[in-house]
């Protein structure tokens, strides 16, 4: 799956384009006894909005756009779960395809963000990376990872 590599990290970074979608995107905790229906719902969305579902011994967590929320989960468990939405702004991470897999290069963007008190939820798939920010942090957050990969490019810079 790759290797940590300091080098090959700041490539990694270096080419990475970073997409910031706004949103708007909820966190929602519903009560663990209604996992069935959360995947029942998921059946019912069309299309190919950002959905996610973590099933734990306390809760099911989703995370997807507003509208979907309030489209299709919010008729089924009601304002229940409203105080529980949390606002997100989400980061793909779009690694070109001919750099191989970098071990690492998510941990160089949280040490980016966390001194700066950006909390981050990160989900990785098997080819994709998502980074959640609370949306008020959206533009920060771009300003930072800008300024990581001119930190990366100046860092490759020195060593050739």
């Not at 290797?3 to 979608?21: G, N, P, Q, S």
């Not at 909820?26 to 995947?39: G, I, T, W």
């Not at 809760?59 to 105080?83: A, C, D, L, N």
């Amino acid at each position: 799956m790759g290797t940590y590599d300091r080098t090959l990290i700041a490539k990694t970074l270096v080419h990475t384009e970073f997409e910031v979608d706004e949103g708007p995107f909820v966190l929602a905790s519903v009560p663990l006894v209604q996992y069935k229906q959360v995947v029942e719902i998921l059946l019912e969305v069309p299309g190919e909005p950002y959905i996610e579902i973590i099933r734990d011994s306390a809760e099911v967590s989703v995370v997807t756009t507003e509208e979907v929320w309030r489209q299709y989960f919010e008729p089924k468990f009601g304002s229940q779960s409203e105080e529980l939405l949390a606002p997100l702004a989400k980061i793909f991470c779009k690694v070109p395809t001919e750099h191989p897999t970098c071990t690492g290069y998510l941990l160089a963007i949280l040490d980016r963000l966390s001194p700066e008190n950006i909390g981050v939820y990160v989900q990785g798939a098997y080819v994709t990376d998502h980074i959640f920010i609370d949306a008020e942090n959206a533009e920060k957050t771009k300003r930072l990872l800008n300024e990581l990969k001119s930190d990366m490019q100046a860092e490759l810079d020195s060593i050739q």
